[in-house]
């Protein structure tokens, strides 16, 4: 069997950073649709989500790879080039396989090491190809406080390639004239945010924190980045969204109660994402 037959319920896709590894990026995956062994890990309450997360993506991964079979991209240019087995031959073209990771136990040591972009868009298309692309989520007006449900198309979800996928360490240089190391975070980082205990107060230092290695000659520490200028700290968000790719999760949402319209990220985290109530 092929291993794009949509009757093996694998699909193919193609990664908005990838993982550099041997001197090659690997941008393709292959994914399996998730069975009730990744629903009873998704639904354990007493385990951490980022560790949930990496168990679910390292036994839904069944290949990396550097190429593959691309065909022409569904909806948007700007959305994922997903690779559907039902499509033509016509529609496809086939490229050999130059370097390829299926062995399972390699496959999970790489699944920390993705970017925090490509975990976001392996889970979003692991959704996709399990339930269906519409999403039908649970929101609140921030005017009226009304809560309604609203749902989305996740294929219409713009992706952004990441610049350089061989570049993971980056220096930078700040209005205050201050040099900062940042790196672009993985699941690695993703994981020592997730164990950090954060409030409203220090939410976006520490999402800092993860990314930066050192400010001047100082390691960097969330209280030396708490004592940066706002101008200084918005350099670096914007270093950010300029080195790293991924799926743009801002959305438009209208309330249908008062008609406030309001942007926010959407709320994958919900567990309606992986377990509709409809």
Avoid: W
Avoid at 181 to 191: Q, Y
């Amino acid at each position: 069997m092929d291993i794009l037959d949509s009757r093996s319920g694998e699909q193919g896709f193609e990664l908005p950073c990838g993982l550099f590894k041997d001197g090659k990026i690997l941008k393709h995956v292959i994914l399996k649709e998730i069975t009730g062994e990744e629903e009873d890990i998704l639904a354990a309450e007493d385990v951490n989500g980022i560790i949930k997360l990496n168990r679910v993506l390292g036994n839904c991964i069944v290949s990396f790879s550097d190429v593959g079979k691309e065909q022409k991209p569904p909806k948007n240019d700007n959305a994922k080039k997903a690779i559907d087995a039902s499509a033509s031959n016509s529609d496809q073209v086939s490229i050999p396989l130059a370097n390829i990771i299926s062995d399972k136990q390699e496959i999970r040591n790489l699944v920390p090491e993705l970017t925090i972009g490509d975990r976001i868009f392996i889970l979003l298309c692991l959704r996709i190809i399990s339930l269906g692309e519409n999403f039908i989520f649970d929101t609140e007006c921030s005017k009226c406080k009304k809560s309604f449900k609203r749902s989305i198309d996740l294929t219409t979800l713009p992706t952004k390639e990441m610049k350089d996928p061989t570049t993971l360490l980056y220096s930078l240089e700040l209005p205050s004239g201050k040099t900062v190391k940042m790196r672009v975070a993985t699941g690695k980082e993703e994981l020592i945010l997730s164990k950090m205990k954060i409030n409203a107060t220090d939410i976006m230092t520490k999402s800092l924190s993860i990314r930066t290695e050192t400010v001047g000659n100082e390691e960097a520490s969330v209280l030396l980045l708490k004592k940066l200028s706002l101008k200084d700290r918005n350099k670096m968000r914007d270093s950010i969204d300029k080195y790293e790719g991924g799926v743009e999760t801002e959305i438009e949402i209208e309330c249908p109660e008062c008609g406030d319209v309001s942007v926010s990220d959407l709320d994958i985290g919900q567990s309606s994402f992986f377990f509709p109530s409809e």
